[in-house]
């Protein structure tokens, strides 16, 4: 055990390890939890790079009806490898490695996470599968989209098989951070903070946390099933020998919903956080926000069947799976509108993080409510499988998931690297996205109803003029990313200084310098109350030394 | 600092005249999707088309309205509670944390709303999926799908028609759908219906022919380098005399063509040299999908068979004949259409006469 926080006699020992000194040990094989969150972050930015100039190809070929810029078996390809990486080297590490390892302990008042060394191992796990991935081209990349139905996956070429392996080793990596994160947040809290004084931000990741481990489990067996079958003729999804293709189609969905939430739910958090801060007013009713996010997840679990309605489930099945499916529209609508409440009567300071908060929840509403049309079975029947889903899943994930990382970027990008980012610029980002992200996925929607079905290389000419809007709407919303990332590495140089607390916010990874020192706390803060009361004096005990000389603690002993 | 708190008045300035505004726009809008077909898009060409519309509608209509307060207040909110230069650089905002009353509103109303759409959406879901299955199957079509194109079987009509998908206007359809290759699907945007064809397994879509005309076929599950060109057929539909028209000519033409389908001969099979063990085999290959080795109320989704021809609680098998070996054989033979789904005749299951013979001998030892 490296950073062990044990419970001594209801308090947590002031026990820590030396700071390792070389710089393999301290930024590479790093066993520091917010060495490790940054590693996530700039990894999975890396790989959004990657797949987002695979989503300006997509674009690119769909300027024309009848495509020209790839050839059609290389679109495949490219969508496949985009939707795949989107999700599982960008979305969910990066929710759940990069802001749930950075952010998540130092509000906790621990440390470090539970298992460190596990945490590392998690970590070197992603990068080697987002190669094994994008290597995936070299051998012939898996077409048939993320969610590879066989039997058609059973035809894709090597690469195919590669996917299996990269997918089956990133989940692991999802599996071991949800394990420790759920163990960290259960026994590694700060004296006084009961389960009800946590930020939104880690209910957020405890919600998420068995989503990662369990449901991440179903997919593993899945992919070992496909590639079991490919490699060595196993038959579990192959008709002819006896297989069932709908078999499959449980199993990953089986993951992929609860999926869903896994990229959801901490930017659910992250705007929990954020818009009490900026508002300077208590987020409007915690417990209801807390609750809902474990409301939804575990609801999660039981509508997986709700993405199989045209694939031949037995007719009455459809029933539970469409009205549990509905069932979640409560939860949801539950925290949009304790968020847009929380806006009511503040003192509201547009930052960029603000904009991006703001943004999301108008934006994640409007990819809520395109839900119902899709969980309904009747307009499913008509809706699933055309570009209305792509619509839906890209205000879910984008206008959802992508802004939550952004406004969870500019917010804590001062505590990561204690500079400011530059606001005029995160302002271009945000409008130039926004215009951008409407201008791509707002006419998918009609498009879908009128028949575009989705992951087509060509398409009717009749859908041509919007398809030519969003892709020059995509540019622009590249074009805004693009401006992030050269706000960022200005910012890294020049951005002002931002001391411990430059938003004012009163969490407990704000107490501390930016950035923290190794060991977090020079003590273990004791913990009286909720974060968000902010006319009242902060709920902290033992902080006194984080902002002077005092001492830093000593290291006991090695193990 | 608790002076430098705000204090709103009321709900703040504008507040009510602001949601005036907002609750007038969403009146606006539910009355547009309320007086608007969505024919005026994408025409019905069958009944339950226009019963799905009414859904969409619904939908549309709420669906947009609760948008419209959500960005009304979003934006509304940001503007008029902005903090101020004139603000000193602390100022704070309202400190209220929660407000049960209003919490309980917005968990009550949107479970209202929840359990309002889950009722329009079982009223149109159940007589397309559930009803349906009851009432007289009319035409009975089967389309296949292939990399990546359609074909069709028509009762009647020799093997497989090609080209475009013939009905007659104002008919009851029964469409099965499967697939000799990937999954492919068969949605007809005009018919706002869809099923996938999946290999191995026959989709059931059914529906009455409401008007004449020409619609695309589509297909929207991905199934190889062609997929996006997998559009290029037509559901005709048009009156019976030149649907006649049509049928007749591919049953002339089918009917000396070399490539036709193997027929299932009308002759009963001879069932006297059946293997039990051969059958064993085969019923793992062919028949557990459905079929468990189980009592009959064990379904997955045929009925169980464990003692089909010795159970005296089940002295009928589903087609309604009693459990004797012909009949066993009769319904592996021609298929059955039953309460549970379809179960697949003798050449979609490629099952030879000799199969069959084992098939039931096999059967007949389980007690």
């Given at each position: 055990m490296a950073v062990a926080a044990t419970h001594v006699g209801g308090g947590i020992a002031d026990h820590v390890h030396p700071e390792p000194q070389g710089f393999i040990r301290r930024y590479v094989f790093s066993i520091d939890h917010k060495i490790i969150g940054i590693q996530y972050l700039i990894t999975g930015f890396i790989f959004l790079v990657l797949a987002g100039l695979l989503a300006e190809v997509i674009r690119t070929q769909l300027m024309n009806a009848n495509g020209g810029f790839v050839s059609n078996n290389t679109y495949n390809e490219v969508y496949s490898v985009h939707g795949s990486a989107m999700v599982w080297l960008v979305v969910i590490p990066l929710m759940t490695g990069a802001f749930g390892n950075f952010v998540m302990p130092l509000q906790l008042g621990a440390r470090d996470v539970a298992f460190p060394w596990l945490n590392m191992i998690s970590f070197w796990m992603f990068p080697v599968a987002g190669l094994m991935l994008f290597s995936s081209f070299l051998m012939g990349a898996p077409v048939a989209g993320w969610t590879e139905y066989p039997p058609m996956s059973l035809q894709g070429e090597a690469g195919t098989s590669m996917?299996?392996?990269?997918?089956?080793?990133?989940?692991?990596?999802?599996?071991?951070?949800?394990?420790?994160?759920?163990?960290?947040?259960?026994?590694?809290?700060?004296?006084?903070?009961?389960?009800?004084?946590?930020?939104?931000?880690?209910?957020?990741?405890?919600?998420?946390?068995?989503?990662?481990?369990?449901?991440?489990t179903a997919l593993a067996g899945a992919l070992a099933a496909l590639f079991m079958e490919r490699q060595f003729g196993v038959p579990f999804f192959d008709p002819t020998k006896g297989g069932s293709p709908l078999l499959w189609q449980h199993m990953f969905w089986f993951y992929s919903h609860p999926a869903v939430y896994i990229m959801i739910l901490p930017a659910f958090g992250m705007i929990s956080e954020i818009l009490p801060t900026f508002a300077r007013k208590p987020i409007f009713g915690y417990k209801m926000i807390a609750f809902s996010s474990v409301t939804i997840a575990l609801a999660g679990f039981m509508v997986w069947a709700h993405h199989m309605f045209t694939s031949g489930l037995a007719p009455f099945m459809q029933l539970p799976f469409m009205l549990l499916t509905f069932v979640i529209a409560v939860p949801t609508g539950v925290k949009i509108f304790s968020w847009i409440t929380t806006l009511w009567g503040g003192k509201i300071h547009f930052t960029s993080a603000m904009l991006f908060a703001i943004g999301f929840v108008v934006l994640f509403a409007l990819g809520g409510i395109t839900g119902i049309f899709l969980a309904s079975v009747p307009t499913d029947l008509h809706l699933h499988g055309t570009y209305f889903v792509v619509a839906h899943f890209h205000y879910v994930l984008v206008g959802g998931s992508l802004m939550g990382i952004f406004a969870g970027f500019y917010y804590w990008f001062p505590k990561m690297s204690g500079r400011m980012m530059n606001e005029t610029l995160g302002k271009?980002?945000?409008w130039l996205f926004v215009a951008g992200f409407n201008g791509t996925f707002l006419p998918m929607h009609w498009l879908g109803f009128e028949g575009m079905p989705r992951r087509v290389a060509v398409y009717d000419p009749q859908f041509q003029f919007w398809n030519r809007v969003e892709s020059v709407s995509s540019y622009v919303m590249t074009f805004a990313i693009l401006l992030f990332f050269v706000n960022i590495l200005v910012s890294l140089r020049r951005g002002k200084k931002a001391g411990p607390n430059p938003w004012k916010a009163r969490t407990l990874e704000w107490q501390i310098p930016s950035p923290p020192h190794y060991?977090?706390?020079?003590?273990?803060?004791?913990?009286?109350?909720?974060?968000?009361?902010?006319?009242?004096?902060?709920p902290y005990r033992g902080l006194e030394d984080e902002l002077t000389d005092a001492p830093a603690p000593v290291p006991a002993g090695a193990h | 600092?608790?002076?430098?708190?705000?204090?709103?008045?009321?709900?703040?300035?504008?507040?009510?005249?602001?949601?005036?505004?907002?609750?007038?726009?969403?009146?606006?809008?539910?009355?547009?999707?309320?007086?608007?077909p969505l024919s005026r898009w994408m025409p019905t060409a069958v009944t339950?088309?226009?019963?799905?519309?009414?859904?969409?509608?619904?939908?549309?209509?709420?669906?947009?309205?609760l948008f419209i307060y959500i960005l009304g207040y979003a934006i509304f909110f940001s503007i008029v509670f902005r903090a101020r230069k004139d603000d000193p650089p602390d100022a704070l905002g309202v400190q209220i944390h929660d407000n049960h009353k209003l919490e309980l509103w917005w968990t009550v109303l949107p479970t209202i709303a929840v359990i309002l759409i889950s009722w329009a959406s079982v009223r149109v879901w159940f007589p397309i999926q559930i009803a349906s299955a009851s009432t007289p199957a009319g035409l009975v079509v089967e389309s296949i799908g292939h990399q990546w194109f359609y074909t069709f079987r028509y009762p009647g009509i020799n093997g497989e028609v090609t080209g475009n998908m013939h009905l007659p206007v104002g008919e009851p359809v029964t469409l099965n759908v499967s697939s000799e290759d990937v999954i492919h699907s068969f949605w007809v945007p005009a018919?706002?219906?869809?099923?996938?064809?999946?290999?191995?397994?026959?989709?059931?879509?059914?529906?009455?022919?409401?008007?004449?005309?020409?619609?695309?076929?589509?297909?929207?599950?991905?199934?190889?380098?062609?997929?996006?060109?997998?559009?290029?057929?037509?559901?005709?539909?048009?009156?019976?005399?030149?649907?006649?028209?049509?049928?007749?000519?591919?049953?002339?033409?089918?009917?000396?063509?070399?490539?036709?389908?193997?027929?299932?001969?009308?002759?009963?099979?001879?069932?006297s040299?059946?293997?039990?063990?051969?059958?064993?085999?085969?019923?793992?290959?062919?028949?557990?999908?459905?079929?468990?080795?189980?009592?009959?109320?064990?379904?997955?989704?045929?009925p169980g068979l464990k003692g089909v021809l010795h159970d005296p609680a089940h002295p009928n098998l589903l087609s309604g004949k009693p459990a004797t070996p012909a009949n066993v054989a009769e319904i592996l033979q021609h298929g059955l259409q039953g309460s549970y789904g379809q179960m697949p005749t003798q050449v979609q299951n490629a099952l030879t006469d000799k199969d069959i013979a084992n098939l039931v001998a096999y059967l007949n030892t389980l007690k």
């Open positions: 996917w299996c392996a990269a997918i089956f080793l990133v989940g692991i990596s999802s599996t071991l951070t949800g394990m420790n994160f759920m163990v960290t947040i259960l026994k590694m809290r700060a004296p006084g903070m009961t389960l009800t004084r946590m930020p939104l931000f880690v209910w957020a990741q405890l919600a998420t946390a068995p989503l990662s481990m369990v449901a991440t271009w980002h945000f060991y977090n706390f020079k003590h273990v803060p004791t913990v009286y109350g909720l974060p968000y009361d902010f006319s009242e004096p902060l | 600092m608790v002076e430098k708190e705000s204090s709103v008045k009321g709900l703040g300035p504008g507040f009510w005249p602001f949601t005036g505004l907002l609750t007038l726009l969403a009146i606006a809008n539910i009355y547009f999707w309320a007086v608007t339950v088309a226009t019963q799905i519309d009414e859904l969409f509608r619904v939908f549309l209509a709420v669906g947009i309205a018919m706002r219906l869809k099923q996938d064809m999946v290999p191995g397994l026959i989709n059931v879509m059914r529906f009455t022919t409401d008007r004449v005309g020409r619609y695309r076929i589509i297909c929207t599950e991905f199934c190889g380098v062609e997929h996006g060109v997998m559009n290029k057929q037509y559901l005709v539909i048009e009156p019976k005399a030149q649907f006649d028209a049509w049928y007749h000519g591919w049953q002339v033409k089918n009917a000396t063509a070399s490539n036709a389908l193997p027929q299932i001969s009308s002759a009963p099979i001879d069932l040299d059946g293997s039990a063990a051969a059958g064993q085999v085969l019923f793992s290959q062919k028949c557990s999908a459905c079929h468990a080795i189980a009592p009959f109320s064990k379904r997955i989704v045929g």
